[in-house]
Nanobody, 126 residues
Framework: QVQLVESGGGLVQAGGSLKLSCAASRRTFSTYAMGWFRQAPGKEREFVSAINWSGSQTRSADSVKGRFTSSRDNAKNTVYLQMNSLKPEDTAVYYC???????????????????WGQGTQVTVSS
């Protein structure tokens, strides 16, 4: 079992930046690909970004490419989502998630991820 705790959300003006963190409880965190997803009110949860276990592979949704970047520090059992040039449409609850099996690729599919954090709210004002 992996427990994930997100932090770093908040209120920011359009064009601003935020950096989300996701801390994992398990020592073997370093072997798991991690994903970031978001869910806006009245909408389905959607993929944002993902990173493989070593950090050598990342993927991002088209809507955030060039603005959001995933990274990780395995020594700290933490994955990050750097969000720049934020837009009002980025407003959502952001979740981090861990893939089911170790040494997996970073993928965009919600069902590939077995462990989820509680989410952190990001609000972008216009």
């Amino acid at each position: 079992q992996v427990q994930l705790v997100e932090s770093g959300g908040g209120l920011v003006q359009a064009g601003g930046s935020l950096k989300l963190s996701c801390a994992a409880s398990r020592r073997t965190f370093s072997t798991y690909a991690m994903g970031w997803f978001r869910q806006a009110p009245g909408k389905e949860r959607e993929f944002v970004s993902a990173i493989n276990w070593s950090g050598s592979q990342t993927r991002s949704a088209d809507s955030v490419k060039g603005r959001f970047t995933s990274s990780r520090d395995n020594a700290k059992n933490t994955v990050y989502l750097q969000m720049n040039s934020l837009k009002p449409e980025d407003t959502a609850v952001y979740y981090c998630a861990a893939r089911r099996s170790p040494y997996s690729l970073a993928t965009m599919l919600l069902d590939d991820y077995a462990y989820w954090g509680q989410g952190t709210q990001v609000t972008v004002s216009s």
